[in-house]
């Protein structure tokens, strides 16, 4: 099972139904991948709970006026077929209402970071 895309499913099903919050195992990629998601607005906030090996983490979600913040999310690259991007050839997700979280040498971005930095890496999903 990919813990990325069972990530991403996990925190717009819970946007779709109008949770305040979701709850997923913890990895330092998924908390990296939430630093971007925070930065761009996606999520309200979160965090780490347990200890030692019971670890998961907390995300608080946004919605406004009962509308969900979080409309569509996409798995771009899979264990079974890897895509990459160079810095040139980024694009915007739905005209830039969205947008596309890579893994870079720099670390998890964002496209529009990564076009600031002039760094290209492994498209990992899209979200909308």
Known sequence: MD????MIVR??????SKKESVV??????????LDALLK???VKSFGK?????????????VSGEGVPRIHGVER??????????????????????????LSTPKGIMT???AKEAG?????LFKIW
């Open 11 to 16: 925190i717009k099903n819970a946007s779709d």
């Open 49 to 61: 709970k347990g200890k030692k090996v019971v670890k998961f983490i907390e995300v608080g979600l």
């Open 3 to 6: 813990p990325i895309a069972d």
């Open 111 to 113: 496209d529009k970071q």
């Open 24 to 33: 997923f195992p913890y990895s330092k990629l998924k908390l990296a991948i």
């Open 76 to 101: 771009v690259s899979k264990s079974s077929k890897r895509i990459y991007h160079k810095s040139k050839d980024i694009r915007k997700v739905r005209s830039g209402m969205g947008a596309l979280i």
């Open 40 to 42: 761009e607005g996606f």
């Open 119 to 123: 760094v290209g890496g492994e498209a």
